[in-house]
């Protein structure tokens, strides 16, 4: 049996012009993605990208791959039907804050809560690029747009926390420009057997510039972000020596030496059944305003495994085969509840 070669980023790409505005976030994931899938062992007739509509859902056009660009909001619907259709192929979701929460979010809740083995991909820059810069369902309050030229006064979808709550089996988040930790959380996601869903933060150079300065800026970032790593203490910060404890039901930022001690402070759990500490961790959010605001959190908040759709499904049409055998179409269309109109 011959053994398949690691694919190479050259391999990967296709003889498309990528069309993104230059400075876009959008073509640091791309390369990090084809590095990714350089470390995975899967060829690439196995693999496929789905997208929906958006600056992010040309994706499919850049990976020599099987790639799909559906409907507005509707790739996790077209993915689903993929992966069980041929539940031999890797297959990814690449959507956006507008396409993946607006009209498409009642369909990514339902692929995430099915456990559907499907990796998405959420671009999330909180603004409409492709339609110029209108503010979205994740836009923060205060938003000024072309729709809020008196700045957003909607509460902002927080994208993690509503796959949490659609208990999602994989839940992470990283940012475009922070390509080590993007490339390792996409590996992650790709190992991952079950529902994967990541957040990538993206500024929009365009219509939202500078919207994650706080989180990619070297100069600032280790005091605004928090890295989770499974079965350590929550600490950030240049020094490392911020945590975050509980005091009671609440959160709190506290100085180790000063206010605790390390033992004090939480320790991640990303293996955990019970999601409450991941939720509480998603809940998290950076005010570059307030000094004394959370850290955001970045990696993988959960990660368990549970059986997937498709393990599910095929058990059920094994256990009905045997015990009914494996039955006819056409006894199926003869079956009860058939009746002739006259």
Known sequence: ????????????????????CPGCG?????????????????PREKIAFVSGIGCSSRFPYYMNTFGFHTIHGRAPTFATGLRLANPDLQVWVVTG???GLSIGGNHLIHALRRNVDIKVLLFNNEIYGLTK???????????SSKTSPGGSFETPVRPLSVALAAEATFVA???????????????????????????????CVIFNPDVYDYASNKAVKADNVLYLE????????????????????????????????????????EASEEPTL?????????????????????????????????????N???????????????????AEDVWTVQ
């Open 26 to 42: 959008d073509y640091s994931i791309l390369a990090q993605m084809k590095k990714a899938l350089t470390t995975v062992g899967v």
């Open 230 to 269: 499974h079965g350590k203490p929550l600490l950030f910060g240049k020094d490392k020596n911020k945590g975050i404890r509980l005091n009671g039901l609440k959160p709190e930022v506290v100085t180790v030496g000063k206010d605790c001690q390390v033992d004090d402070l939480l320790t991640h759990d």
């Open 173 to 203: 988040r990283t940012v475009d420009v922070d390509v080590q930790h993007l490339v390792a959380t996409l590996q992650k996601a790709a190992a991952h057997k079950g529902s994967a869903f990541v957040e990538i933060y993206q500024n």
């Open 97 to 99: 804050d507008g396409d």
């Open 278 to 314: 991941a939720y509480l961790l998603s809940r998290f959010a950076h005010d570059p305003r307030n000094p004394n605001s959370f850290p955001e959190p970045l990696g993988v908040f959960r990660s368990v495994r549970k059986p997937t759709y498709e393990e599910q499904l095929d």
């Open 133 to 143: 810069g209108q503010y979205s369902p994740a836009s923060r309050l205060g938003t």
């Open 316 to 334: 059920r049409i094994k256990d009905a085969t045997q015990k009914k055998g494996p039955g006819r179409i056409e006894e199926l269309f003869k």
């Open 1 to 20: 049996m011959a053994i398949a070669l690691p694919l190479t980023t050259k391999e990967l790409t296709t003889d498309q012009e990528v069309r993104w």
